[in-house]
């Protein structure tokens, strides 16, 4: 009886302590913009502390994927309407796959657009990701506006930089 007295008990303590675990996906939790960190092609890292004042368009990508390469297509086609915004492009695949992305996309180009690996697998799971292009826009506060799993008009992403 003492057994299934104090086995009880434990399960209720459990289930109380599971019921309340927050289980908000951290982007929704802390909607700013996250304390990355990115190697970039030049082998320094890049991070949130770096980020120059305005809006700010994260996306997480792999350089094979062919959504993400059609998302940059559409968005080096309106390079020009970013300049007002810094745009950070991070991965987690091979560094020289990403080194073959910026220069296939001429990156290096644009200051505003910083790109580099995520050699800490961070952002996937603080975002939730599920499917990529993965697109968060920031307002010039540095507060979430919107995020995207797929690809996004650029005349979408432009309005959620304003």
């Not at 909607?31 to 960190?37: K, L, R, W």
């Amino acid at each position: 009886m003492k057994k299934w007295i104090l086995t009880t008990a434990t399960l209720l303590f459990v289930l109380l302590a599971v019921a309340q675990t927050d289980t908000t996906y951290p982007y929704k939790r802390f909607p700013t913009v996250p304390p990355f960190t990115l190697l970039q092609a030049d082998s320094t890292n890049f991070t949130k502390d770096q980020l120059k004042k305005g809006p700010v368009l994260v996306m997480f990508f792999s350089p094979g994927c062919d959504h993400c390469q059609h998302q940059m297509e559409d968005m080096m086609k309106s390079i020009d309407k970013f300049k007002h915004a810094q745009l950070v492009l991070a991965t987690y695949q091979k560094f020289e796959e990403m080194v073959e992305f910026i220069n296939y996309f001429e990156l290096s180009k644009h200051p505003n657009i910083k790109v580099g690996r995520d050699e800490k697998f961070f952002l996937p799971p603080f975002y939730h990701i599920q499917s990529l292009p993965y697109l968060a826009a920031y307002d010039k506060k540095g507060d979430l506006v919107n995020t995207w799993q797929g690809n996004v008009a650029v005349e979408t992403l432009l309005k959620a930089l304003q």
